[in-house]
């Protein structure tokens, strides 16, 4: 049970993340380009380092434990591509326009006119704050999943999540903020979809525990590291790269990395 309640702060963390991102929105007046590159990479190379080093292979072991050699290593590929699909499919219906990782900028929605009430605005600040909750749900279930396995692993993805929910809580704030002019409803919008990560926290608490066996945590387990490499690869490295104006985003893949592979030595 402890390991429960820590896996509910880690996803609750890591979800309202996206509201330091409506803070920065209204209180700074540029976007700091070369730290949100920097911090996606950092986000990306956690995920992916995590996700193939130890993810994958934990989830490996116990299928091969329950299921055999042959019969346990094909689920585990599998269920790794299946978490791939998942992710893909939700990013598939999702309309373009409303995707929450293009890349949106403080100063671009403070440019002469930009500060005039548009329903235009408000409707695209709504279907972002919609898209990121659907991407959200997903990663709450990767992040609870995971700290109930291994409370660290379950720290790593929680901030490597909240790292990449802060340019998300900027892309849904701004242009409602400037639809409205209201500060509270712009925040109340961002914190709402970063909510969503707890809730997919709350389906795993009530759905998949009951049923949390041997074989059905490898799965799960393997379905979240193939979550983490396709958010890592669709969403953060191109998203870090269009913020990029050197090669930060790089240095902060191999410092994500790095970091994530000393921890899980001295852990």
């Known amino acids: ?28 007046k540029t976007t700091n ?19 193939m080093v130890d993810i994958f292979f934990k989830a490996q072991e116990s299928l091969i434990a329950d299921l055999g050699e042959q019969m346990g290593s094909w689920l585990t590929v599998g269920s790794f591509f299946a978490g791939m699909i998942l992710i893909a499919l939700i990013d598939r219906f999702i309309p373009m326009y409303s995707n929450p990782h293009e890349v949106k900028k403080i100063e671009d ?10 329903p235009e605005l408000m409707k695209m600040g709504t279907f972002t704050a919609l898209a990121i909750g659907i991407h959200n749900f997903p990663e709450g279930i990767a992040t609870f999943v995971s700290t ?6 379950g720290l790593a993805i929680a901030i490597a999540v909240a790292i990449h929910n802060i340019p998300e809580g900027i892309a849904v704030s701004v242009p409602v903020y400037y639809a409205t002019h209201d ?38 387990f393997a379905m979240v590291a193939g979550i983490m490499i396709f958010i890592s690869l669709d969403e953060l490295l191109p998203a870090a790269k269009r913020y990029d104006e050197t090669h930060v985003s790089i240095y902060g893949v191999i410092i994500g990395m790095a970091i994530m592979a000393v921890s899980l030595l001295l852990l």
């Not at 730290?35 to 995920?47: C, P, Q």
């Not at 929605?109 to 548009?118: N, V």
Request: cysteine-free; glycine content about 8%; aromatic content about 14%.
């Open 109 to 118: 929605m403070k440019q002469p006119g930009a500060a005039i009430k548009d």
């Open 183 to 220: 500060k509270k409803k712009a925040f109340k919008l961002s914190f709402l979809s970063g909510i969503a990560e707890p809730a997919g926290a709350l389906v795993a608490f009530f759905l998949l525990m009951p049923f949390l066996t041997e074989l059905m945590f490898g799965i799960i």
């Open 1 to 28: 049970m402890d390991n429960v309640l820590l896996a509910f702060l880690f996803t609750l963390f890591a979800g309202l993340a996206t509201g330091i991102g409506s803070i920065l929105a209204f209180f700074t």
């Open 33 to 51: 380009t070369k730290f949100l590159s920097f911090a996606l990479g950092l986000s990306a190379g956690v995920m992916i380092y995590v996700s």
């Open 148 to 153: 109930l396995q291994d409370p660290s692993i």
